[in-house]
């Protein structure tokens, strides 16, 4: 092995002058060749900490190939964690985060979910991993462009703000959005990555009218897209004094695209006799993320066929959350991880065909939804509903989930686990005496935990894009103290 070993020890040197030289882009080369070929050596066993000192130098450097050093720092997350190096892990998830959020290399990281969940169960008790905003994503990237997008003022109607915006980006362009109302139908763009959020202290609501030849919101259908949306308030339907048309979805997500959704309202103008889709997914392939959103009036989101699904921390304050749109094929299941949420409604509603009767829509019993579905990885919720055989049918299945349990009660249960802070003025923050403000996996709240400016633009922008009303249908709705 000598001669392997000669050459490991030539290689770090080569290594260490490269990065004293500030030649970063031959250090990140070699960095790579040195850890890949030399990695079983004593040499680089014995220099384990020249070997870490060059790599933070080279991923610290604000020169060089951006993406050449998020790979570094994934490829030393991933060591670090097999290694059970949490500490480190930490900070290069932090660094992740910070320096190349919107890097090509961590986008296309398809584990670095499962990751961050791993370093994350084994912090302190009481700690919790920040992610990346939608900004400091776009903000990471040196190529891309911040669109700054105003509605006209408070209580405006933009009818054409968004829309430019939108048809102005470019691939992995952020457009920032003002507080108002900004009026959309049928937006589509070729552009693969694009992020829309709210600027810091607004909640812009984004409004898609069902009037006259109703058409879809936001359609994010290029394929292998990846759109994220953050502070931002959805609203379908139309405004009092305008005829309704059929209902329809803000934002559908197309075939083999991916959408996020982090903080987001989804809500409809009018109280509607059936579940609404306000999130619609037409096409397989592709995710779903939603993180620490609210749905009221009874909107659901909508699969119609089968994609993986990740809902965390989000809250549905009447009627199903998830609206199985379509029969799936034979065979074929939507991975949904539904986590930490809280649903006063029944979980499941979905099209229904059977022994040659037409099709009907209704509350899905488990072994049905186990046909479509598979919540293996769902863990952590609070569910109510509203009648006992619906209790009985699911406290047994979503009680004993693999990743944990989820817990269930009926909305008139005398020692309810949902106790809202004032349920008619859109007050969704739970009692912190109630049993749901400590059934999460880190013993706090299940469902959105908003700060109190962001519930305070909720209800007031509700109220902009609906005047006349406060707020939501609430159906069941659970006491308050």
Not at 63 to 87: C, F, S, V
Not at 382 to 400: F, G, H, M
Not at 466 to 481: C, F, K, L, M, S
Request: aromatic share 4%; glycine share 8%; charged share 20%.
């Amino acid at each position: 092995r000598a001669p392997m070993e000669t050459a490991a020890a030539a290689a770090l040197e080569e290594l260490q002058g490269l990065v004293a030289a500030s030649k970063w882009e031959d250090a990140s080369s070699k960095l790579a060749v040195v850890s890949k070929q030399f990695a079983d050596t004593a040499t680089m066993q014995c220099s384990a900490e020249r070997l870490q000192d060059a790599h933070d130098a080279i991923v610290a450097a604000e020169a060089g190939p951006t993406e050449a050093r998020a790979q570094l720092a994934l490829n030393k997350l991933r060591q670090d964690i097999e290694n059970k190096e949490w500490r480190h892990a930490v900070n290069m998830l932090q660094t992740l985060a910070k320096k190349f959020a919107g890097t090509d290399a961590v986008e296309a990281a398809d584990d670095l979910h499962t990751l961050r969940e791993m370093v994350a169960a084994h912090l302190p008790a009481g700690t919790a991993l920040a992610e990346p905003g939608a900004r400091d994503r776009v903000a990471s990237r040196k190529d891309a462009k911040i669109h700054q997008v105003e509605a006209g003022g408070k209580g405006k109607l933009s009818p054409a703000a968004l829309m430019a915006a939108v048809a102005a980006a470019k691939e992995g362009d952020g457009i920032e959005m003002d507080g108002g109302i900004y009026v959309c139908k049928a937006l589509r763009s070729p552009v693969k990555n694009l992020s829309i959020f709210g600027k810091p202290g607004t909640l812009p609501v984004v409004l898609v009218p069902s009037v006259g030849r109703a058409s879809d919101g936001i359609v994010v259908d290029a394929p292998g897209a990846r759109w994220r949306f953050e502070n931002v308030m959805f609203v379908a339907g139309a405004r009092p004094g305008e005829a309704p048309a059929q209902p329809v979805s803000p934002v559908v997500v197309g075939r083999g695209a991916t959408a996020e959704f982090n903080h987001c309202l989804f809500s409809t103008v009018a109280e509607l006799a059936r579940p609404v889709s306000l999130v619609r997914s037409t096409g397989a392939g592709g995710e779903l993320v939603l993180k620490s959103c609210l749905f009221l009036n009874g909107s659901a989101v909508e699969i119609q066929t089968p994609r993986r699904v990740r809902l965390e921390h989000c809250t549905w304050t009447g009627g199903p959350a998830i609206w199985l749109s379509e029969a799936a094929p034979t065979g074929q299941v939507t991975e949904v991880a539904l986590v930490n949420s809280l649903l006063a409604g029944e979980p499941l509603r979905g099209v229904v065909a059977g022994d040659g009767q037409p099709p009907e829509t209704r509350p899905l019993a488990p072994a049905e939804a186990a046909q479509r579905l598979d919540l293996s990885r769902s863990h952590h919720n609070v569910v109510l509903v509203a009648q006992q055989p619906a209790l009985d049918a699911w406290k047994p299945s979503l009680e004993k989930q693999p990743a944990g349990p989820s817990f269930l009660s009926l909305v008139s249960d005398p020692a309810p686990l949902v106790v809202w802070s004032d349920a008619q003025q859109l007050e969704f923050r739970l009692q912190p005496d109630c049993p749901a403000a400590h059934a999460a996996d880190d013993g706090k709240a299940v469902g959105v935990r908003w700060t109190d400016a962001m519930w305070d633009l909720m209800k007031a922008n509700l109220r902009l894009a609906v005047p006349g009303r406060a707020g939501g249908r609430i159906a069941p709705e659970p006491p308050a103290r």
